[in-house]
């Protein structure tokens, strides 16, 4: 339901907001589009046994640019997955550029709850909670609460905790 509304969107160069209030389970990786506001009142939690990400870009390889979220609890169920999935992030995003992300909990991550990736700079990360992230089953890195391997990006009143690895792991260029 939540992926239908955000690809029936219009190609666009302005934002156009999905608005979502109550709490849902999705069986599937959610896939933002650019200039899209996604304004969360509840929570998005992954369905069991999926082994996926919980919400990425449209296009992880390409130009994404102009994404807001806004509130929520997103949720990657990690006791009902594959406590050895590589792909199990909650929000992870790998290319993506002025963007605005507000009023957020991330949580129960397999491995980890938030993360800015290489491709990913000059957002604005505003009140995020990053916790609960890892189980100590993997080997490598798992359980971080908050990634910014980007650069220039800004982090305001952001909070990790209660993580099995790193809370947070700044690996960034000029971000603040």
């Excluded at 999905?18 to 506001?37: A, Q």
């Excluded at 290319?95 to 909990?105: G, T, Y």
Aim: glycine share 8%; net charge negative.
């Amino acid at each position: 339901m939540i992926q239908k509304a955000l690809d029936h969107l219009p190609t666009r160069t302005e934002k156009e907001k999905v608005s979502l209030s109550g709490d849902f389970i999705v069986t599937d990786t959610i896939k933002i589009p650019s200039y899209t506001i996604l304004e969360l009142k509840g929570s998005i939690k992954l369905a069991n046994n999926l082994n996926k990400l919980l919400v990425q870009e449209i296009n992880p390889i390409g130009e994404n640019t102009d994404i807001v979220m806004i509130g929520g609890t997103y949720d990657g169920n990690k006791e009902n997955q594959d406590l050895t999935g590589a792909s199990s992030h909650v929000i992870r995003f790998t290319k993506v550029a002025n963007s605005h992300f507000k009023d957020i909990v991330v949580q129960n991550a397999v491995n980890d709850n938030f993360s800015l990736d290489i491709g990913c700079n000059n957002n604005l990360c505003e009140n995020i909670i990053g916790k609960l992230a890892g189980t100590g089953a993997s080997t490598t890195n798992d359980g971080n609460g908050l990634i910014d391997r980007g650069d220039h990006n800004i982090w305001i009143d952001c909070i990790s905790e209660d993580n099995f690895s790193d809370c947070w792991v700044i690996k960034c260029r000029d971000s603040k």
